[in-house]
């Protein structure tokens, strides 16, 4: 039975009430396998992807240059923070190219919390509708791996995943 819920903030919705009892409605975990389609990192929607300065340092350095011209390269200010450019025409991540037909991330080592933590953002996590309309942009959602809901949170709050790589 599908489980109607209204998020206003993220404390909101850990807390969404579900059979009498204060959990989020995907309690039971979600299914996620990435298919490397490169649909998160594409547009048409204009975005952002934003990246912290250890971040901005691991991508210089696996890039074999200096952070100063990545950020000339590949990064703009945006207010007081920084995000990935996009391609002009098709809103791609720049680091996003297609090899023999398939969508692959340059940096994907190295890529932003932002793009690690994907598809497990807020706003997918609102609802049973918000995943599902999620689901139809990204064909690995809903599929594969099932991952328990601790396993979600982690995800969810491994913003320095640098301290600890894997």
Known sequence: MPI?????DQTTQD?????GTLHPWY??????ECVQCGNCCSGPEQGYIWAGRP?????ADFLQMSPQQLQ?????????????IEQLVTKDCVFLRTIAGLKK?????????QCRTWPFWPGNLASPADW?????????????KLYAYHEIQAIRKSSKWWRDPR
Do not use: D, W
Request: charged share 15%; glycine share 8%.
């Open 27 to 32: 309690v039971a975990g979600l299914h996620f």
């Open 132 to 144: 599902n309309r999620a689901a139809t942009r990204c064909p690995g959602i809903n599929r594969g």
């Open 105 to 113: 991330c340059m940096i994907y080592p190295v890529r932003p919390s």
């Open 4 to 8: 109607n819920v209204s998020m206003q």
């Open 15 to 19: 807390n969404t009430l579900q059979a």
């Open 55 to 59: 971040e901005i340092e691991l991508m």
């Open 72 to 84: 000339q390269q590949h990064l703009k200010r945006v207010g007081l923070r920084t995000t990935i």
